[in-house]
């Protein structure tokens, strides 16, 4: 039986760690630097849990040595450490981050590693990787690579239309940070929460704009071969123009913890919440312009005997596939590994890719 460590025990790192340990095919640890969450977790033969300082590097390597694999599911700022170790240790690694820096220094910790590297195995960066690069191979050629993605309230109830499902660090961040794209066929990055526009799916209006992280290595990947590739973040109308007003008129995006304390004080906390995906690809085809459009809408439910939250499945379920895949030997056991690598039939086939079938 494999031995895994899971770093990180908040929504998205328990809900790994338990379903991991539901499967019956791996015994995890699951590691976090304070007791308190780790309390509630419901522990067995297959699931252990350890308070560790997850910046002590000697610690880290001690725990993650003779193990398997690491899964980091911690604050975006302690990818790269944990990465490092696990390069030191010898085991196999993945993450769940959306930051583009910290993403840069993992594939270069990977160039040597003698393990295999996947960052960027969640829902977006991750799955919504999968899916583009599964529609763009449909095409002779490709024009257009458009993703839309959005964790949302099923009852929005505030001027936000928003519901805290997951890292307010992480939201935060992506709204902050430059965003990658493909403009015109030429590499760039441009403003988080530009590029507004709405949209209607199945009679809901909505809005995107862009954010940070969610192309993971597309743009390396469809480079030269694509005049226009970008995510953007899906979210009620109005979102947007909030937003804007607290991070750049109050310039609150100098004062994060500020910014972190109003949103956790005042935005609720919901497990009635809907993922909507968006991905189009438009390209030639026989000498024809067409356009392939996978839209899906997941909504929280019963996953591994345990009511979860759409946020909490569409994540886990991301990481837990694509670790799944590796530990079976369908992936490369070594070096970097894009989401694109992985296929969406290899993905939707796996046990815990039940949740994305339509």
């Known amino acids: 039986m494999k031995e895994v460590v899971v770093v990180g025990a908040g929504r998205i790192g328990s809900t790994i760690a338990h379903m991991l340990a539901?499967?019956?095919?791996?015994?995890?640890?699951?590691v976090d630097r304070s007791q308190e969450p780790l309390s509630e977790i419901e522990?067995?033969?297959?699931?252990?849990?350890?308070?560790?300082?997850?910046t002590d590097e000697a610690s880290l390597v001690r725990l993650l040595t003779g193990k398997y694999a690491v899964v980091s599911?911690?604050?975006?700022?302690?990818?790269?450490?944990?990465?490092?170790v696990a390069a030191k240790a010898g085991v196999h690694y993945l993450d769940l981050t959306e930051d583009v820096e910290s993403t840069r220094k993992v594939i270069e910790i990977?160039?040597?590693?003698?393990?295999a590297f996947i960052p960027q195995s969640g829902l977006a960066p991750?799955?919504?990787?999968?899916?583009?690069?599964?529609?763009a191979g449909r095409f002779d050629s490709l024009d257009t690579i458009r993703m839309r993605v959005g964790a949302l309230p099923q009852y929005p109830s505030n001027a936000l239309k928003y519901s805290l499902t997951w890292s307010t660090d992480g939201v935060i961040n992506e709204y902050i940070q430059p965003?990658?794209?493909?403009?015109?066929?030429?590499?760039?990055?441009?403003?988080?929460?530009?590029?507004?526009?709405?949209?209607?799916?199945?009679?809901?209006?909505?809005?995107?704009?862009?954010t940070s992280g969610g192309l993971g290595s597309l743009t390396d990947t469809y480079k030269g071969k694509v005049q226009t590739l970008n995510y953007r973040t899906i979210r009620y109308p109005g979102h947007a123009a909030i937003m804007r007003m607290l991070l750049q008129d109050l310039r609150l995006k100098d004062r994060r913890e500020v910014l972190k304390d109003v949103l956790e004080a005042a935005v609720p906390m919901t497990s009635q919440d809907v993922v909507v995906i968006l991905v189009t690809v438009l390209g030639q085809r026989q000498g024809r312009l067409m356009q392939e459009t996978y839209a899906n809408k997941i909504y929280s439910g019963l996953v591994a005997g345990r009511q979860m939250t759409a946020i909490q499945i569409t994540t886990a379920t991301s990481?837990?596939?694509?670790?799944?895949?590796l530990a079976t030997g369908k992936l490369p056991q070594k070096g970097f590994i894009r989401q694109e690598d992985i296929t969406l039939e290899a993905f939707l086939e796996n046990r815990f890719g039940a949740p994305y079938r339509q």
């Open 43 to 54: 522990t067995g033969p297959a699931l252990t849990t350890a308070v560790l300082d997850i």
């Open 126 to 135: 991750g799955f919504i990787s999968i899916v583009a690069n599964d529609l």
């Open 73 to 84: 599911a911690a604050p975006f700022q302690l990818t790269v450490a944990i990465a490092t």
């Open 179 to 210: 965003c990658e794209a493909i403009v015109d066929g030429k590499r760039m990055e441009v403003a988080a929460l530009e590029g507004l526009e709405e949209f209607s799916l199945d009679g809901v209006q909505y809005e995107a704009f862009n």
């Open 110 to 115: 990977a160039a040597s590693a003698k393990t």
């Open 22 to 30: 539901h499967c019956g095919d791996y015994r995890i640890t699951l």
């Open 319 to 325: 990481a837990c596939a694509v670790f799944d895949l």
